[in-house]
């Protein structure tokens, strides 16, 4: 959204910096992430509704779509897995269920946010898991005793 917003600023500039069709393209992604973002949860909810109660929100050729709308994109990253010989996006293709109306959440929050904190950044710390930070942590700790046992020992050490 910010994004968006940014580049529109200058309209005119950003169409002759990036050309019509980039001009267009960058609509069109832009737009339809937001638009997928924002509509994924509520989707996603009405679609678990349907398919955990008696009551007739989708057709059957509706949820039909939905669960192969599903498999393709869980499809498509074990496929990446297959092709790269890794299964480090095996585990993206099974909670892909579960991450898009979570996205969808974190959409709704940054809306809400961009009113209320129009200059507040929620930023995600990317990186190193919290585990592995701990851990070198730890190792640092470590390695700086060590060293000030070795000047420790270095200077009680007699000198020639």
């Known amino acids: ?17 990036m050309g019509l069709a980039g001009f267009a393209s960058m609509h069109l992604m832009l737009a339809g992430g ?23 929100l989708l057709k059957i050729e509706d949820f039909v779509l939905v669960v192969f ?6 499809l498509a990253a074990l496929s990446a897995c ?22 969808s959440i974190a959409a ?4 809400i946010e ?14 190193i ?3 592995r930070r701990a851990r070198s942590s730890r190792t640092v700790a470590l390695n700086q005793r060590s060293m000030s046992n070795s000047f420790r020992i270095a200077s009680t050490s007699p000198t020639t």
Do not use: C, D
């Open 114 to 127: 961009f009113f209320v904190r129009p200059h507040h950044w929620s930023k995600t710390t990317h990186g």
């Open 69 to 74: 709308g599903y498999s393709v994109a869980m």
């Open 108 to 111: 709704w929050r940054a809306l």
């Open 82 to 103: 297959a092709l790269s010989n890794t299964i480090s996006h095996a585990r993206a293709a099974l909670t892909m269920p579960l991450y898009w109306p979570l996205g």
């Open 34 to 56: 937001v638009i997928a973002a924002f509509a994924h949860g509520p989707l996603a909810f009405i679609v678990l509704i349907a398919a955990l109660t008696p009551y007739n």
């Open 129 to 131: 898991s919290p585990a």
């Open 1 to 17: 959204m910010q994004s968006w917003l940014v580049l529109m600023r200058q309209p005119f500039r950003a169409a002759r910096e």
